[in-house]
């Protein structure tokens, strides 16, 4: 079970998507993962204006939602594809959430959480995710 473990978090140490438009990647040391939404959410968005983080020491399971984003156009759920604790939020995006929209997929991060178990559902690499949007 151990190798297992360790080999489904050595999977994760490039950004993985989610069918649900969300990425994850892990930090150096693999235990805490960088939470937030692709590009192509943020463009399918429009402009955000109000985000909500999550709490810092919120317990959050695989799937759940531990935020939400609203944009001019339409309000998501964020959900989380790992179980864990969350150990940060990026507040920069409560005086900010027209961040979301220019990097998404970098400094505009929602949240980080410590992993407490195995990600669940569908992980996507960069190609593969690229391909699942282009086919929606």
Do not use: C
């Not at 943020?42 to 985000?51: M, W």
């Not at 569908?122 to 995710?129: F, H, I, N, V």
């Amino acid at each position: 079970m151990a190798a297992r473990f360790s080999v489904a978090r050595a999977a994760l140490k490039e950004k993985k998507y989610t069918e649900d438009h969300e990425w994850i990647e892990a930090s150096a040391d693999g235990k805490t993962f960088t939470l937030g939404i692709s590009e192509y959410a943020a463009k399918a968005l429009g402009d955000v204006v109000y985000v909500e983080l999550p709490e810092v020491d919120l317990e959050v399971g695989s799937g759940e939602a531990i935020g939400a984003v609203e944009s001019v156009k339409s309000a998501s759920d964020i959900l989380s594809p790992i179980g864990g604790t969350v150990t940060e939020v990026n507040d920069a995006l409560q005086e900010k959430p027209g961040n979301l929209n220019k990097d998404p997929e970098g400094d505009s991060w929602i949240a980080k959480i410590a992993i407490s178990g195995e990600p669940e559902g569908k992980l996507m690499s960069k190609e593969e995710y690229t391909a699942f949007t282009e086919e929606a």
